[in-house]
């Protein structure tokens, strides 16, 4: 992973459009900073962005931003302290071109619709592997990490699944999840106040979030909510359907791989 530099002046946060609206693939912004690193790679920093950032899991968007006839292709996208990194290259820049945005220019994002759907699908469904070890009665297991990447998705949790309860197991939450696909629920994705957050997610909040802030919470259903700042399906039917593909237990961890229908 590259290191992200700083733009040339202090920026502020980005306001992250998709926190307002999960689903949207466009938006308008203006242009902060344009600059390039060590090894060529050149940023663009707006005051907000419809692009969302690796991290959490989940992959980065990719797309384009243009301006004037200007159109930079945005191969990958990364957040530091709050300011979003958008790289990638412009179209049909040469040595010593000068076509690049303006500081202060108003610019159109718009995301690859296809790998935004992919990306969301992915998530959603290891979120929604989350739903299924409580329902399947795996009471132990404590959600940890998630990849949520297209080459090998699995979510990670805390606890283990006994030797002779693990294909069992790995049968019925295959089972329970395509139920719940096939049924449908709406996904809540908003920000609230610590204490609705906490009641929205079963009582409680893992204790890296301050309760000085205002957490985004993903709300699948009737179902307790989750932190997260990934982006999602509307409805949960959208993933399709839902393979567990593998179940490992390792050094008091259970590791779940899954997979999705195209």
Not at 26 to 33: F, I, M, Y
Not at 77 to 84: E, I, P, S, W
Not at 161 to 177: C, F, G, L, S, Y
Request: hydrophobic fraction near 35%; proline fraction near 6%.
């Amino acid at each position: 992973m590259a290191t992200e530099a700083a733009p040339a002046r202090p920026v502020g946060p980005t306001r992250l459009v998709y926190f307002d609206d999960m689903w949207a693939l466009r938006s308008d912004a203006n242009v902060l900073a344009v600059h390039q690193e060590e090894g060529g790679r050149v940023a663009v920093v707006l005051d907000a962005t419809v692009f969302h950032p690796q991290g959490g899991g989940q992959p980065a968007d990719t797309g384009v931003i243009s301006a004037a006839g200007v159109r930079f292709l945005v191969e990958d996208v990364r957040a530091k302290d709050g300011v979003v990194f958008h790289y990638g290259r412009f179209e049909g820049a040469g040595e010593g071109c000068g076509h690049r945005f303006k500081e202060g220019e108003s610019v159109s994002l718009e995301v690859d619709a296809e790998r935004r759907s992919l990306n969301s699908r992915l998530h959603s469904a290891g979120h929604l592997l989350d739903i299924c070890v409580h329902n399947v009665g795996l009471f132990q297991l404590e959600p940890g990490k998630g990849y949520h990447f297209p080459d090998g998705p699995f979510v990670e949790y805390k606890g283990v699944i006994p030797p002779d309860q693990i294909q069992d197991k790995k049968n019925e939450m295959e089972r329970e999840a395509n139920k719940l696909i096939s049924e449908g629920a709406k996904v809540l994705a908003s920000v609230f106040p610590y204490e609705k957050a906490a009641k929205l997610c079963g009582g409680s909040l893992p204790s890296y979030i301050s309760k000085d802030s205002n957490p985004r919470v993903i709300k699948f259903g009737e179902y307790p909510g989750g932190p997260c700042g990934g982006t999602h399906v509307a409805d949960i039917s959208a993933i399709n359907s839902l393979k567990v593909t593998n179940i490992r237990v390792k050094k008091g961890l259970t590791k779940v791989s899954y997979s999705i229908s195209p």
